[in-house]
């Protein structure tokens, strides 16, 4: 498979995620589900997970994505048992990553409130 049919803000964010990973194991796509006790509260799909690292590809404007990171890492979390993720927000089309450290106390803080405040 050829490497050049691919934009180059994709192959740009690909090669940011392998400087991080290098030979580690990392799933792409992975359905994630929230759970608070016995309930499913919510879900996602988080873009790339390898051991203590998230990742989410963006390509349009830089926003605040916590919200949704916090979602991701939660169930990533509560999954693996870590208790500490570093999420990297990849635009691609900006060359440009926002990195930042959630903790499973955080990440629980973020979405649970925002589920009660729905509720």
């Known amino acids: 498979m ?11 964010a690909a090669k940011y ?6 030979r580690k194991k990392f799933v792409t796509e992975q359905r994630v ?7 499913e509260v919510t879900f ?6 390898c051991k203590g ?3 989410d590809l963006k ?3 830089i926003r605040d994505y916590k919200q949704q990171m916090a979602a991701y890492a939660l169930g990533v979390m509560q999954n693996t048992g870590e208790k500490k993720l570093t999420c ?3 635009y691609s089309r900006f060359k440009h990553v926002d990195k930042y450290d959630l903790t499973l106390d955080e990440a629980q803080s ?3 409130g925002i589920v009660d405040s729905v509720n």
């Open 88 to 90: 990297h927000l990849v």
């Open 110 to 112: 973020i979405v649970f």
């Open 17 to 22: 995620i392998m400087s991080v990973v290098g």
């Open 53 to 55: 690292n998230l990742f």
């Open 2 to 12: 050829s490497l050049k049919k691919y934009p180059k803000e994709i192959l740009w």
């Open 33 to 39: 589900t929230i759970g608070r006790g016995d309930d």
């Open 44 to 49: 996602g799909s988080a873009d790339a997970y």
């Open 59 to 61: 390509t349009g404007q």
